[in-house]
């Protein structure tokens, strides 16, 4: 078992900054993945960013290239920088992990990951 707990979420300005960390506990050692996701009020739940553990590769949703960057220091914990925030990115962030090889488009697909986090809100004001 993963259990996921982000933080930094918070209020901020459009063009404004936030830093989100995802702490992992448990079996962190088998960690291939992880990723964020968002969703919003009345939205369906959308990938944002995803990077492996082990190279660091990552994918984003157009929506945030250019101006999400995701990354890791190890398999426990996972950051996404968020720059020049909108209103529009405006959501509950979830962070989310897996210990099976996720691969392409399935890295942004929430129904392909089993480890959940409870949440951070994100709110750009503008």
């Known amino acids: 078992q993963v259990q996921l707990v982000e933080s930094g979420g918070g209020s901020v300005q459009a063009g404004g900054s936030l830093r989100l960390t995802c702490a992992a506990s448990g079996r962190t050692t088998g960690i291939y993945v992880m990723a964020w996701f968002r969703q919003a009020p009345g939205k369906e739940r959308e990938g944002v960013a995803s990077v492996y553990t082990g190279s660091g590769n990552t994918a984003y949703a157009d929506s945030v290239k250019g101006r999400y960057t995701i990354s890791r220091d190890n398999a426990k914990t996972s950051f996404l920088q968020m720059n020049s925030l909108k209103p529009e990115d405006t959501a509950m962030y979830f962070c989310?992990?897996?210990?099976?090889?996720?691969?392409?488009?399935?890295?942004?697909?929430?129904?392909?990951?089993?480890?959940w986090g409870q949440g951070t809100q994100v709110t750009v004001s503008s």
């Open positions: 989310a992990a897996d210990l099976r090889v996720i691969s392409g488009f399935g890295r942004l697909d929430g129904a392909r990951y089993t480890y």
